[in-house]
């Protein structure tokens, strides 16, 4: 997970998609290793079990 969560990259990705600019294929590159880089992190924080689980998740979880 990326320090600042997960604001940054998700501001990044929709000013490539939406700014109407030529995106660089290093600018995806980039935007796919930090996406890669926040999953990796996120799966790690809450453990292999928990996130395979969370695949057959049919509905929102509840917010406590």
């Known amino acids: 997970m990326p320090d600042n969560g997960l604001r940054e990259l998700a501001q ?5 998609v939406f700014d ?3 995106v ?3 600018r995806v590159d980039r935007a796919w290793s930090a996406a890669d880089d926040a999953l990796a992190g996120a799966t ?3 453990g292999p079990l ?3 689980l969370s695949a057959f998740r049919y509905r929102r979880a509840r917010r406590v």
Request: no cysteine; glycine share 6%.
């Open 20 to 22: 109407g600019s030529v």
């Open 50 to 52: 928990r996130a395979r």
């Open 24 to 26: 660089t294929d290093d």
């Open 12 to 16: 990044h990705v929709d000013a490539a």
């Open 44 to 46: 790690e924080a809450v």
